[in-house]
């Protein structure tokens, strides 16, 4: 389990600053295909019912109707847990020496890469389309000199601000550390899957 | 004649594929979910939802004989019945 107060590799005096997840839109959005899929049976039986097929006084199709039903309900619940867990272990952490971005992908893929404030060259902050205005979400990159890769913050809470605090942080790390811009990148990036 | 509980055999199969998928989502909100109140929330939803699902499907299941036995052309009397009533 991640714990904020005892992140790996943790260095001295080294404060969680943000732990973002992205927007409650993509829970919204689940709950919208699990409300949609639990619906289509009973839609379904209304559609039958319309075309006078009564499958539940069947025999056979009334038992293996409420068989289905059930399987159903079981693997609708399942890839909405999964689609969850994706969403849940789905963060960045960013604190006042790094930031760390921990990608879940499916149930068996998981990637964190981490990058330190003194690395970074560029903080951009985008925010597309009516809903996001309105919602306020959207993204951040975060780019370091020569990286092919920049971190991508997707779909999180107040873009703007989160620019603020990391501009912030970086500001303060320079003060600390000096400007290690011109360095070499040191970003580690590991890839797990189980 | 086929006995109805054969079904029960493919139905059995797949919970325990679903419930091996719950398993993977609960290993993994454990073991790289945050260390707080909420983490262990989600758990309680995953596994609370799973055994409601599993209530509701045994609650309807209960009401089927499982002890009977049918014949391969029963199983399409029914269709018949809807394309061509006086077949039958």
């Known amino acids: 389990m991640i714990n904020l107060k005892n992140l790996p590799n943790q260095q001295r005096g080294e404060v969680t600053k943000l732990f973002l997840r992205r927007h409650w839109l993509i829970v919204a959005e689940i709950l919208g295909y699990l409300l949609t899929l639990v619906v289509i049976p009973f839609i379904s039986m209304k559609f039958l019912t319309f075309a006078e097929i009564d499958p539940l006084s069947d025999i056979f199709w009334g038992p293996v109707t409420y068989l289905l039903f059930s399987v159903y309900l079981l693997f609708v619940l399942v890839i909405i847990i999964t689609q969850f867990t994706d969403y849940y272990l789905d963060t960045w952490i960013v604190t006042t020496e790094r930031i760390i971005n921990i990608e879940q992908r499916g149930l068996f893929t998981r990637t ?36 092919k890769e920049r971190f991508n913050f997707k779909q999180i809470h107040n873009p703007e601000g989160v620019k603020q605090v990391i501009t912030g942080l970086i500001n303060d790390d320079k003060r600390r550390h000096g400007d290690a811009s011109g360095q070499s990148s040191d970003q580690n990036h590991s890839e797990t899957t189980l | 004649m086929i006995p109805l509980w054969y079904l029960l055999i493919a139905y059995f199969a797949l919970v325990a594929l679903a419930f091996l998928f719950l398993f993977f989502n609960l290993f993994d909100i454990s073991h790289f979910g945050l260390q707080n109140g909420k983490t262990s929330i989600v758990l309680a939803v995953y596994t609370l939802s799973f055994l409601l699902v599993l209530l509701i499907s045994a609650s309807l299941l209960i009401t089927i004989d499982w002890g009977e036995s049918i014949q391969i052309s029963q199983i399409t009397d029914i269709i018949l019945q809807r394309i061509s009533p006086s077949s039958l």
């Open chain 1, 112 to 147: 964190i890469s981490e990058l330190h404030l003194n690395q970074i060259q560029d903080v951009t902050a985008e925010r597309k389309g009516i809903l996001s205005m309105f919602l306020n979400f959207g993204q951040v990159y975060i780019q370091t000199a020569g990286a």
